[in-house]
């Protein structure tokens, strides 16, 4: 099997996801979701998924689209990397085991269906603010936020690039 070939098994549509829920829901696994834009892949972003990783068993990564990140305001330029490219890139970092793409502002309807054990997002966040802290805290589950890495974020970087 190609590189190529294991990275796009790691982006998957909402059937296969449903599968590989099922699969790992029969094995017990501990499921930990979280979601982002990852634009421009830094120490802050890896450190991140590596740290949400360890909070489970496997890591499903829900990952705007360009249309959804145009949406969500952070700049006309933005995002700088395609949907596609983004997701490839993320495919290639071992901590995450499934990527699912959303067009909606929030993820709020994947959360209902991935019914994730642990739901983390960044300290920038309060946990009970988080979307879909209140379907994780209906099955019992998780909602973790993780410290960020001072002095990474994407908004720093571009603003680096253009002096």
Same mark, same amino acid.
């Given at each position: %099997?190609s590189f190529? !070939?294991?990275?796009? #098994?790691?982006?998957?549509? !909402? ?15 501990? $499921? ?7 634009? =421009? ?5 890896? &450190? ?7 909070? /489970? ?12 990140? !145009? ?8 995002? =700088?990397?395609?949907? &596609? ?8 970092? &071992?901590? $995450? #085991?499934? +990527?699912?793409?959303? #067009? &909606? #502002? ?23 603010? +988080?979307?879909?802290y209140d ?10 936020? $993780? ?8 908004? !720093?970087?571009?603003?680096? %690039?253009? /002096?």
């Amino acid at each position: %099997m190609s590189f190529h !070939k294991k990275l796009s #098994d790691k982006i998957v549509s !909402k059937d296969q996801l449903n599968t590989l829920l099922q699969e790992w829901n029969n094995q017990s696994q501990q $499921i930990v979701f979280t979601n982002g834009c990852f634009d =421009i892949l830094h120490r802050g972003h890896v &450190e991140y998924l590596c740290h949400a990783r360890d909070l /489970g068993d496997k890591l499903i990564l829900g990952l705007n689209t360009d249309a959804s990140v !145009k949406r969500l305001g952070k700049s006309p330029e933005r995002p =700088i990397n395609s949907e &596609e490219t983004r997701a490839t890139i993320l495919a290639a970092l &071992e901590c $995450i #085991d499934a +990527i699912i793409l959303f #067009d &909606e #502002d929030t993820p709020y309807d994947l959360i209902h269906f991935v019914q994730p054990d642990v739901l983390v997002k960044g300290n920038d966040y309060k946990a009970e603010d +988080i979307v879909g802290y209140d379907i994780v805290n209906a099955k019992g589950g998780k909602v973790i936020t $993780i410290q960020l890495v001072d002095g990474f974020s994407t908004t !720093k970087l571009i603003e680096k %690039m253009k /002096g």
